[in-house]
Nanobody, 122 residues
Framework: QVRVAESGGGLVQAGGSLRLSCTAS????????MGWFRQTPGKEREGILC????????TYSDSLKGQFTISRDNAKKMVYLQMNSLKPEDTAMYYC???????????????WGQGTQVTVSS
């Protein structure tokens, strides 16, 4: 059974940085694209970034480009989301998801984590 798990969320002051981590078990991690998404209550889930099995990055949100970066370490079976210059509007539940090989343009990833909460205080 594939399990995706995020970690690293928490409370941070505006202007600060945070790095989220995600791991996926029971799959050949190096063959999977990994994506990061976020959602706030009452709003649709928003795509942030995805990194393919070969390391190609897909940007889902142009507004977050440059503020957030994604990376992966296949040896550790981890993917990271580095978040800088955080603002209160970045407060959300952040999710990690996995899909075989390529990032999904429609964000239809088959495997999702439970999310990690990020709260940015003003």
């Amino acid at each position: 059974q594939v399990r995706v798990a995020e970690s690293g969320g928490g409370l941070v002051q505006a202007g600060g940085s945070l790095r989220l981590s995600c791991t996926a078990s029971a799959l050949a991690f190096e063959r999977y694209a990994m994506g990061w998404f976020r959602q706030t209550p009452g709003k649709e889930r928003e795509g942030i970034l995805c990194i393919s099995w070969s390391g190609v990055t897909t940007t889902y949100s142009d507004s977050l480009k440059g503020q957030f970066t994604i990376s992966r370490d296949n040896a550790k079976k981890m993917v990271y989301l580095q978040m800088n210059s955080l603002k209160p509007e970045d407060t959300a539940m952040y999710y990690c998801a996995a899909a075989d090989y390529s990032c999904r343009s429609d964000m239809a990833f088959p495997y999702w984590g439970q999310g990690t909460q990020v709260t940015v205080s003003s």
